[in-house]
């Protein structure tokens, strides 16, 4: 049980498509995170919430859109992807760092997606 | 800028056998250092942590010990499983930095 979950654990999506992914967190956290995690490829981080603002973007293409409701719900919508976009979708959470924690974050299952 | 490197892979052992995973670090404030695991077809797991010099984290087996001297936080096990095939990621994070830097993971494999 890891605190975090995501929903659908897989997509199959067409290139024309709109859909969301969701994930929840259920350990008290106020930072959220997504990660894309391509085949043979470092993590790479997509965007931070802390505190339900977004602290960073790190160029990730418009068709990707975040969306941190509260400090428990983060969203990423999904328009007009392309096939190189297929990858495993990793959600983190974490306690906002304030010089006191050591920092760990904790990541739910993923979203496994495939853009034909 | 801060980074991580892991020894390449894949690693492959035989049940009982002892594990290193190479892990060495460059970061420009005072890190805490972490492995993350991922088995197949899920998220990453916390595995250990650590959070200032010669601190030892350990977890189900697996040691790791903060080596400032070195930059180095490498991965060890006495005694490998199959069950611990997965991907094993090293980390660290800069105290007020809202971010994780990962290596690129190594891949181990334990045959029976």
């Keep these: 049980e890891t605190g975090v979950t995501q929903t659908p654990r897989h997509l199959v999506m067409g290139m024309t498509n709109k859909k969301s992914l969701k994930c929840e967190q259920h350990l008290g956290h106020n930072a959220m995170y997504w990660y894309k995690q391509s085949a043979k490829k470092p993590l790479e981080l997509m965007f931070v919430y802390s505190l339900e603002e977004r602290v960073e973007n790190n160029s990730v293409p418009s068709r990707f859109s975040p969306e941190c409701p509260n400090s428990s719900h983060l969203f990423l919508h999904l328009h007009t992807l392309q096939p190189e976009d297929s990858a495993l979708y990793l959600c983190a959470s974490s306690q906002d760092p304030s010089g006191r924690s050591s920092y760990e974050q904790y990541f739910g299952p993923g979203t496994r997606l495939t853009v034909t | ?112």
Excluded at chain 2, 41 to 69: C, H, I
């Design chain 2, 1 to 112: 800028g801060d980074s991580v490197t892991q020894m390449e892979g894949p690693v492959t052992l035989s049940e009982e056998a002892f594990l290193t995973i190479n892990c060495t670090y460059t970061a420009t404030g005072y890190p805490s250092l972490f492995w993350y695991v991922q088995y197949p077809g899920e998220g990453l797991q916390l595995l250990l942590k650590a959070t200032k010099a010669d601190d030892k984290g350990s977890n189900k087996g697996f040691e790791a010990t903060y080596r400032k001297e070195t930059t180095s936080f490498h991965l060890e096990k006495g005694s490998v499983q199959v069950s611990d095939s997965a991907v094993y990621f090293c980390a660290l994070s800069i105290r007020g930095a809202q971010k994780l830097v990962f290596g690129q993971g190594t891949r181990l494999t334990i045959n029976p």
